[in-house]
């Protein structure tokens, strides 16, 4: 019930494509829903997130769609670049906790 | 931009060793973490701390492991006697808030232990 399941493990799109990964959870406790972005060689950094009161937000090129009664969420990237090449993972956070659930990433390329 | 510094970037320990992962916090940054990332593996959660002490801690934070705020601005993570399986990269972690604030990491410690 802890878990957040990720998906697709791996991520292949054209420059200017859109990209899309997707989240499920099952605890409905879960009130943060955070978008981590990972480079190599380096700490994953904040991409955007979302709580469950609304069902989407968008910050440039990044959105995050968000089903509460489906219990998913997903991050779509539009017109992606090869700079956006990176693992992406999906979180998960209970209130009144210090931890963040991650899902188990999603490594997306992005070819010119 | 203010960020979390971690060091050493790579250490290297023979099994049964004691090491101990540094890192430094944003200073405005109440909360504490670390977590750490098997290779190709998902980022766990270890502990978090506030208020000089350890607010929550995952299951894998056992007996062997110890965190510490020994100065005001360095945040430690011991390990006592290291084990093959604790090779990872470790994450130090902050925020102003709970984790439903954003967490600033650093770069990782990458620990190997042979």
């Known amino acids: 019930q802890q878990q957040v399941k990720q998906s697709p493990q791996s991520l292949i799109v054209q420059k200017g494509g859109i990209s899309i990964i997707n989240c499920a959870y099952e605890?409905?406790?879960?009130?943060?829903f955070p978008w981590y972005q990972q480079f190599p060689g380096k700490g994953p950094a904040l991409l955007i997130a979302?709580?469950?009161?609304?069902s989407e937000k968008k910050e440039g090129r990044f959105t995050i769609s968000f089903n509460k009664s489906a219990k998913q969420f997903s991050l779509h990237i539009m017109d992606s670049q090869p700079g956006d090449s990176a693992t992406y993972f999906c979180?998960?956070?209970?209130?009144?906790?210090?931890?963040?659930?991650f899902g188990t990433g999603t490594r997306l390329q992005v070819f010119p | 931009e203010p960020e979390v510094t971690q060091t050493p970037s790579h250490q290297v320990t023979q099994m049964g060793q004691e090491v101990i992962l540094r890192c430094v916090p944003i200073s405005n940054h109440l909360y504490f973490y670390w977590y750490r990332q098997i290779l190709g593996q998902k980022v766990e959660f270890l502990v978090s701390?506030?208020?000089?002490?350890?607010?929550?801690k995952s299951e894998i934070f056992d007996d062997q492991f110890s965190v510490e705020r020994p100065d005001g601005s360095n945040f430690t993570l011991k390990i006592r006697s290291t084990k093959l399986e604790d090779s990872a990269m470790y994450f130090c972690?902050?925020?102003?808030?709970?984790?439903?604030?954003?967490?600033?990491f650093g770069n990782g410690t990458r620990l190997t232990v042979t």
């Open positions: 605890n409905t406790a879960f009130d943060y």
């Open positions: 701390f506030y208020n000089n002490e350890i607010s929550e």
């Open positions: 972690a902050s925020s102003r808030d709970r984790a439903d604030s954003p967490l600033h």
């Open positions: 979302i709580r469950p009161d609304v």
């Open positions: 979180a998960a956070s209970i209130p009144s906790t210090d931890k963040l659930i």
